[in-house]
């Protein structure tokens, strides 16, 4: 709370809103523990490299600038630095210099990195579908993929701006 801020000026949660927000926090949290745990014990890949990857490989000649990269997994750009010099150290991805601006930096989806992606690929569905997507009715997911888009363009500029995450 800021100095002119006071209790009386909040609207506390009722208890059926504690208790979905409690709800959402603890499922979030053991979801993704479950599929980071799952994923990195049968690829050997971390969420955020395989995030990375996917991200990649949908792009167009399997290369995107590193800002593009970093604001579209909301990462800093030293997160994303280290995570690229890691996954580059082990063949999966290259930077090179920007085509069209020598400034820029852009990361590279490597043939080792791409096949990294397709091994991994299967496991990691099985293990979303199996924690997500079947434990809810089709009625849930879509529900809850829609509650999750709103939430996120709530967020658009909040917080860490985009120029933060990427450095620019």
Known sequence: MTSTTT??????????????WRAFR?????????????????????LHE????????????????????????A???SRLTHTVRRMEDAG???????????????????????????AAAPGHVRSVRRHLVDVLTPEQLTALGDAMRAVNAGLDGVGCPSAVLTGE
């Open 7 to 20: 209790a009386t000026d909040v609207q506390w949660l009722s208890e059926g809103q504690q208790g979905d």
């Open 26 to 46: 603890d499922a979030s949290a053991r979801l993704m523990g479950a599929l980071g745990h799952e994923l990195e014990a049968e690829s050997g890949l971390s």
């Open 50 to 73: 395989y995030e990375l990857l996917v991200r990649l490989s949908e792009a167009p000649g399997r290369q995107l600038r590193m800002s593009e990269l970093a604001a579209g997994l």
């Open 75 to 77: 990462h800093s750009r």
């Open 92 to 118: 999966m991805v290259e930077r090179r210099a920007c085509a069209s601006d020598a400034r820029g930096v852009e990361a590279v989806l490597t043939e080792a990195g791409w096949q990294r992606l397709v």
